[in-house]
């Protein structure tokens, strides 16, 4: 017998300010324990950081001045824009990093963003900020 389905509430589906990821090893997708605040595509600071980046790229091109090393720059920038915290899974205590606690600031996002032993962080912090369903919220009807 058929059975018909429900249908859901549009308005049930929502798009969230900012989300939290968990960070996973780079080699075996097993969680770190840490979590990431990520600012969603609708979030202010990811908006301004993004039509900012944008109106650079655009001044770059048109002074035909474009290299990797800017668009790499342009692109660490958005990501620190984008990351509003972090914290430890378990009890919410400081992230540490070679042993020390890494309070959360713009500074410290960029010091691990830009380093060359971090890639791995970078993109998985990118590919979640890509991911636009890390940032829907409401569920669907069973």
Known sequence: MNEAKQSIDLASITTLKSA????????????????????GPEHE????????????????ILADDLDVVTT???????????TLGWR????GGPVTFGGE???FSAEAARKLY??????????????ALERRAVFIGGSPAA
């Open 20 to 39: 939290e990821v968990e960070i996973v090893h780079p080699a075996t997708a097993v969680g770190l324990g840490v979590m990431f605040l990520l600012a």
């Open 72 to 82: 790499d720059a342009q692109e660490t920038e958005v990501l620190v824009a984008s």
């Open 45 to 60: 600071v990811r908006k301004r950081a993004g039509v900012e980046a944008a109106r650079r790229m655009r001044d770059r």
């Open 114 to 127: 830009t380093d060359p032993e971090r890639h791995w962080l970078r993109m998985q912090v990118r590919n």
């Open 101 to 103: 606690p890494l309070p």
């Open 88 to 91: 430890r899974k378990d009890d």
